[in-house]
Every structure is written in C-alpha cells, then in structure tokens.
C-alpha cells in the first residue's frame, strides 16, 4: 500500500513537472483502483454498479483539471482518494434514493384490479364553483390555465408561498368532496 502510494506520487511529481509518459502511467494506475472504489460506493448505497464508469470518468477528469492544486511536498493518494468520494456523493446525490426494481419479476403478482373510478370534467368543474374564491382562483390558474405558481402568485397579488397553501387546501377539498360523490 505504501509502495503504490510512493509510486503515485512520484508519477504525480513527474507529471506536474511537464513529464506527459509519468502522467499516461499514473492515470493508467489509478483507473482499476477508482473503478473498484465506485463499484464498491455503488453497491453500498444500494445502486446498479453499472454506472461505476462515469464515475470514474468524472474522478480522472477532476484530476486532470485540479491536479496544479495538488500539494507536492503531500502524498497523493489521500488527494485523490478525497475527489473519488466527492465525486461519489456528487453522483449517488444526483441519483436520489431510488431503488430499482424490475417490475416484470412481480408481474404475475401483481393483481388484476379494474381501475378506480375517475369524476368526469363536469363533476370537476361543478366541484371546483363550490370552492372558496381565493382556492378556485388559484386552481383554476395552475391546474386548468397551466400557470406558475410565481405567475399566480403576481397575477392575484398573492405571495409564492400563499399561492401554494391556497392550492394545497383547493386540492384537498376538492379530492374530499369528488370522494363524497
């Protein structure tokens, strides 16, 4: 372990010193060692190993950019092993807490049930004239008029944040009283 660290920082050393066949070497090191450090991040969060590659892409490539940050007189190993798990975190961030599942393996199951019966647009619209004004208003804008929730909020003179509690309380009454029906 030592010894690969030496010979990393050494190659590392060489390379910043303008030697662009010490560069090629530690690069060409490195890469198995990333790629097994993203495969293993991967796996215990519990996502496809498979994106492991682009990983290790965006580790080399923030190398290649960051490496005259590099403290010479400082092993290298510890630099990079500090980019690797940010880049990690950066990628498993972007992904979310997802969890992917293949829904063929449940497809049998899963039950056969008929959908759920929906209101029809005029029930909608004689549910939403029982609304308040403010909640229709706001309702009828986003959901029907496709508006956002900042063009809304300046069209009734209503801050972003009332816009969203006067749909939230229409969407609610709304579903209670479609329910009711």
Not at 19 to 45: E, F, I, N, Q, S
Not at 166 to 172: E, Q
Request: net charge positive.
């Amino acid at each position: 372990m030592r010894e690969r660290n030496d010979e990393w920082t050494g190659l590392m050393r060489s390379a910043i010193a303008g030697d662009d066949g010490a560069y090629h070497r530690l690069l060409k090191a490195v890469t198995p060692v990333l790629r097994a450090a993203a495969r293993r991040g991967l796996a215990r969060a519990g996502q496809p190993v498979d994106q492991s590659e682009d990983i290790v892409q965006d580790i080399l490539l923030a190398v290649h950019l960051k490496r005259h940050t590099w403290d010479a007189s400082a092993p290298f190993a510890p630099w990079l092993f500090a980019i690797a798990r940010n880049k990690l975190i950066d990628a498993l961030r972007r992904r979310g807490r997802r969890v992917f599942v293949d829904i063929d393996d449940f497809a049998e199951t899963l039950p056969g049930e008929a959908p759920a019966e929906t209101a029809s647009a005029s029930e909608v619209a004689a549910q939403l004239q029982t609304l308040p004004a403010r909640q229709r208003d706001v309702l009828q804008s986003i959901a029907v008029d496709s508006a956002s929730i900042k063009d809304t909020a300046a069209k009734f003179s209503m801050s972003e944040g009332a816009v969203r509690v006067a749909l939230h309380r229409g969407l609610a009454s709304l579903t209670a009283k479609l329910r009711e029906q």
